[in-house]
């Protein structure tokens, strides 16, 4: 990435509808400069643009992390199943006290002792777990597509 892609990203980030002509003028460059990159940044996976909403006008929602110890060489089988259920955002391999870390996003309480005690029981490989809920997040928004398939 050079000077002029992340220049785009950049403004992109600031105001996601803007438009290939107005990036083109704020970066001192042609519209197909930014057309062109755009569809390489995009193309290429370095990039994608997707709807964010703020998950603060969704009501009770609540950010959850879950530390997750896995037996043995199950690691990625149990990060792949845990991705499958609709309450989790997203699973990460980590280091340190857990292998894997989820964030999930639940409506209440009653959904995360259902999540813990009905789903997360039934994936194989789960040696023990720790549950975090956020209290405050710094920045509210979310991909839409996690507020979207729980509905």
């Known amino acids: ?3 002029v892609d992340v220049g785009i990203v950049q403004l992109l980030e600031q105001d996601g509808r803007m438009s290939n002509v107005e ?3 704020r970066l001192k460059v042609s ?3 930014i057309r062109q990159r755009l569809k390489r940044l995009v193309g290429g996976r370095v990039m994608r643009m997707q709807p964010m ?9 609540h950010l959850v992390l879950v530390g997750l ?3 043995g060489r199950q690691l990625e089988q149990c990060a792949r199943q845990l991705t499958d259920l609709p309450e989790v955002v997203n699973t990460m391999i980590v280091t340190g006290r857990f292998d894997l870390i ?3 996003l639940l409506e209440n309480q009653r959904s995360l002792k259902d999540f813990i005690t009905k789903k997360l029981a039934r ?3 789960i040696r023990n777990s720790e549950t975090f809920i956020c209290l405050k997040k710094s920045d509210p928004w979310v991909d839409a597509a996690c507020l979207v398939r729980k509905r």
Do not use: H
């Open 69 to 71: 110890s896995i037996e």
């Open 123 to 125: 994936v194989p490989g």
């Open 53 to 61: 909403l703020n998950a603060e006008r969704f009501g009770e929602w």
């Open 31 to 33: 519209e197909a400069t």
């Open 23 to 25: 990036m083109a003028k």
């Open 1 to 3: 990435m050079d000077e």
């Open 102 to 104: 989820a964030t999930l």
